[in-house]
């Protein structure tokens, strides 16, 4: 008997505490991808989370109005099959509308935008809270402290462990086979476990509408934890992105021999330099000078990673991973006569 009913104790427990970490982790990768789509603007911010529980909570009195067996795993079960598509549609605002990359959707558009990006998970998320709370004898303060406990361990697991390590497409497939999985499994028909296999197929199969915007041929990508790291050829150049925004391009040599040159020759007697961000082309010049001991400092450790593959940098450039401001306060072995804030 008490094995039958710590069984049935996790059985209640379990899509709670799911829901709470997928519906979290779900948040931070829609707000990493649309906050770029539409140019950095923090309102997108506040829409987001503000459309995220207006939409949740109407599905929340929606599942109030629904009966029958199974909607648990039912509902699971179509979480986790839209998450693909719907991760891959984001950049679509710029096709749908007509926009181009860079251009500022205008505000009943991206409000618009939001809804429908958010509407069936955040119904099916709602739908679901309520279907757990069924199943836990309609005890609220348990539903909401499990789902709030499954929340905070999304949120932690994505701070120390996921981001940096894995890029957000792979860590959207992750939460979509967990939910997809779960919902097979309480749907109580095993036969549809093979639905799992759809992820997969979405992942491979549906075309990313990011890469139908940007344009240029993608060489390489990669995550960090300040966002997706992508370089695509472009004419003659390789442009550098970080979640869809651009950082600098190279070789771009006229602007970089400004930003390079023109302090030099304004400083009488320069013999330390130190370029914070930015492109390392601005570096790359600076170190041409002789007896000019030149830094490249860069917080984003993979984006230095792709810099040093795609760029060749002379063997008299220091190139350092930290933070420019610790690094000044703390660990600058001397002072510099030059800093250039190269972003």
Same mark, same amino acid.
């Given at each position: 008997?008490?094995? =039958?009913?710590?069984?049935?104790? @996790? $059985? ?13 982790l ?9 906050i ?27 599942g109030?109005? %629904?009966?029958?067996?199974?909607? !648990? ?17 984001l950049? +679509? ?46 005890? +609220?303060?348990?539903?909401y ?5 499954? $929340? ?5 697991? @994505?701070?120390? @462990? ?8 792979? %860590?959207?497939? +992750?939460?979509?086979?967990?939910? !997809?999985?779960?919902? $097979? ?7 549809? %476990? ?10 491979? +199969?549906?075309?990313d ?13 990669? $995550? =960090? ?7 695509? =050829? ?5 442009? @550098? ?17 400004k ?8 400083? /009488? ?6 370029? &914070? ?8 010049? %600076? ?21 040093? !593959? ?7 450039? !220091? ?5 420019? &401001? ?8 001397? /002072? ?8």
């Amino acid at each position: 008997m008490g094995g =039958s009913g710590q069984k049935g104790l @996790f $059985a209640a427990l379990y899509p709670a505490f799911v829901l709470g970490l997928s519906s979290t982790l779900l948040q931070i990768l829609i707000l990493r991808r649309l906050i770029p789509v539409f140019s950095g603007n923090e309102l997108v911010i506040s829409l987001i989370l503000g459309v995220w529980l207006v939409i949740t909570g109407t599905g929340s009195m929606v599942g109030r109005w %629904l009966k029958g067996e199974n909607l !648990t795993g039912v509902s699971f079960l179509l979480f986790g099959l839209v998450l693909i598509p719907l991760w891959k549609m984001l950049w +679509g605002v710029f096709t749908v509308f007509g926009y181009t990359p860079g251009e500022l959707p205008s505000f009943p558009v991206t409000v618009l935008w939001i809804i429908l990006t958010l509407l069936i998970p955040c119904l099916l998320a709602g739908c679901l809270y309520t279907f757990c709370l069924r199943m836990l004898g309609e005890k +609220g303060s348990i539903a909401y402290g499990v789902e709030s406990g499954g $929340a905070f361990t999304g949120g932690l697991l @994505f701070t120390l @462990f996921l981001s940096g390590q894995l890029d957000d497409e792979t %860590l959207l497939m +992750g939460l979509s086979l967990l939910c !997809t999985l779960s919902g $097979a499994v309480y749907s109580g028909k095993r036969r549809l %476990l093979i639905l799992i296999v759809l992820p997969i197929m979405f992942y491979v +199969g549906i075309p990313d509408t990011k890469g139908l915007v940007l344009p240029g041929r993608l060489i390489t990508e990669g $995550a =960090s934890r300040y966002g997706e790291v992508e370089v695509r =050829s472009l004419k003659d150049e390789k442009v @550098f992105y970080l979640s869809g925004k651009v950082l600098f391009s190279y070789p771009l040599k006229e602007n970089s021999e400004k930003m390079a040159h023109l302090p030099y020759l304004i400083h /009488p007697d320069a013999g330390r330099a130190l370029i &914070i961000g930015g492109s390392p082309e601005t570096a790359i010049e %600076l170190s041409r000078h002789p007896g000019l001991q030149t830094e490249y400092i860069e917080i984003n450790e993979r984006l230095l990673e792709v810099i040093k !593959t795609e760029i060749p940098l002379p063997a008299g450039l !220091t190139v350092i991973n930290d933070d420019a &401001i610790h690094y000044l306060r703390e660990s600058s072995p001397a /002072p510099y006569d030059i800093i250039i804030i190269n972003s």
